[in-house]
């Protein structure tokens, strides 16, 4: 028995959640958001202001799917009220970021300049130089952006340079003995 999956997912004030065809659908304050259902695993069941998600059957395969699915469901019903922010700190010397409109510009110690295109549903800031602050409705978007973004210089053990969520832990190597 799952137990994330026994939970039901509480709807908000404002907050609106239909299910039709196959394709769940939740409006919220800051937009709409979608999921396609996997009608052979799970069953979803709209009452009194909550969502619950129950396995169909007692296979392995729906059980393992119930759980993560009211995950998903919870993702944008959280994506349509409050959003997600990722935080990415970018450190070293001459390393820094610029939102210019649509892309974000990366100086990352390359001969040439980065120009990253966000795409839509995402919002990208840069508070200061070294910081650049990644928010959308959409979890899986928001990260996916945050990850390739990281990508481009990933944080070295020896110096510490490079991108590095906020918050995450860089383990330090020591350098050569001489």
Known sequence: MSRIGKKPVALPSGVTASLESGLLTVKGPKGTLALQMLDDLVKYDLAEGEIRVQPLTETQRSRAAWGMQRTLVQNLVTGV?????????????GYRAQAQGRNLRLQLGYSHDVNFAVPEGVDVKTPDQNTVEISGIDKQKVGQVAAEIRRWRKPEPYKGKGIK????????KEGKKK
């Open 165 to 172: 969520y906020r918050g995450e832990f860089v383990y330090r």
């Open 81 to 93: 009220t409050d959003g997600f922010t990722k935080v990415l700190e970018i450190s070293g010397v």
